[in-house]
């Protein structure tokens, strides 16, 4: 059964720093990976989306990578602002399915 | 519409009310999930639509949640007897395309729905 983890589960930074959120799986037999944030109340947005067949992914100061051999991801945001601030969750798809990690809560201050 | 679409936003229901969510998808997306959300933990799945058929409700907690898409569009997941466990968001999602082609696809997901069972 797959089984997704995300480390940290919480992140406080102050504006300015490069952080990598973690995300681990247990089956490397996936579809894609996605990223997505979340805001409080709010929906999810999807961020990136990796294919099995590809590394990395970038959209503007967003870097989502893929090690689907050792069943890892990191998502590196550059510069981080406070309007950064929310909860990002990573999902795997085996089938047709999302299979999602519990998230990383993330606090960027002034 | 623009992006996928859900109501209401919140629902407070009594232990044991029927309730019925609805969920609009982007036009034209062929693939349809329903997932659940309990508080401070990732969505989990509960049940996948190709068009009108549900190819997968595996992830359906009790007999008590049905799902239905009857004409490939509009779906709606109605929860009967509700207990207070079912407290929780409803997300909906819908993917351009389905089959092995749709697994390669985004999943665009609404604001959710809020149950609170009292």
């Known amino acids: 059964k797959q089984e997704v983890t995300q480390i940290p589960a919480a992140l406080s930074v102050p504006e300015g720093e490069n952080l990598v959120l973690n995300c681990s799986f247990t089956?490397?037999?996936?579809?894609?990976l996605q990223w997505f944030r979340q805001d409080p109340g709010k929906g999810l947005t999807s961020l990136l989306l990796i294919q099995s067949s590809q590394r990395e992914q970038t959209s503007g100061r967003l870097n989502a990578s893929l090690d689907k051999s050792s069943g890892r991801s990191t998502l590196y945001i550059a510069a981080s602002q406070p309007g950064d601030s929310a909860t990002y969750l990573c999902a795997v798809r085996g089938t047709d399915k999302l299979i999602f990690g519990t998230g990383t809560r993330l606090q960027v201050f002034p | 519409g623009a992006g996928v679409s859900q109501s209401p936003r919140y629902k407070v229901a009594k232990r044991g009310q029927d309730v019925a969510l609805r969920c609009d998808p982007i036009s034209g997306h062929v693939s349809l999930f329903w997932y659940q959300q309990a508080l401070g933990q990732g969505p989990e799945f509960l049940t996948y639509f190709q068009n009108e058929a549900q190819l997968d409700k595996s992830g359906l907690p009790s007999d008590r949640f049905f799902a239905e898409r009857p004409e490939g569009s509009v779906s709606t997941l109605k929860i009967q007897r509700t207990q207070q466990e079912d407290s929780a968001v409803y997300l909906c999602a819908s993917s351009l395309r389905g089959g092995d082609r749709g697994r390669k696809n985004i999943q665009y997901f609404g604001a959710g729905t809020r149950l609170s069972v009292l």
């Open positions: 089956d490397s037999a996936i579809y894609n």
